[in-house]
């Protein structure tokens, strides 16, 4: 499996917005999703999409904040985060995900994820 490589990260006031970008070659037939994970606690689920992109599916906690899309042409998936809050700030990664559901990662491998900063 080719590594995934996830940017876009930074800080950003309350209110902000951030785009995530996922670089994901060889991925484009596989449902994808965005996951993160704060120091101490184990890594979430936040948002997936199908491969085609037909079907999303999202977090309560970014549900109506966050979009989740993918362009096959070039290998990557975006995470579109507005309305940030304190608490959207962990490390964020995305990794290839079970189509059903589409919580749950493929692969136990992880890309070393970007940093979202997100004060009050």
């Known amino acids: 499996q080719v590594q995934l490589v996830e940017s876009g990260g930074g800080l950003v006031q309350a209110g902000g917005s951030l785009r995530l970008s996922c670089a994901a070659p060889?991925?484009?037939?596989?449902?994808m999703g965005w996951f993160r994970q704060t120091p101490g606690k184990e890594r979430e689920f936040v948002a997936g999409i199908t491969w085609n992109g037909d079907n999303r599916y999202y977090s309560d906690s970014v549900n109506g904040r966050f979009t989740i899309s993918r362009d096959n042409a070039k290998n990557t998936v975006y995470l579109q985060m507005n309305l940030l809050k304190p608490e959207d700030t962990a490390v964020y990664y995305c990794?290839?995900?079970?189509?059903?559901?589409?919580?749950?990662?493929?692969?136990?491998?992880w890309g070393q994820g970007t940093q979202v900063t997100v004060s009050s």
């Open positions: 060889g991925r484009t037939l596989y449902a």
């Open positions: 990794n290839t995900v079970k189509p059903v559901p589409m919580t749950v990662p493929l692969f136990g491998s």
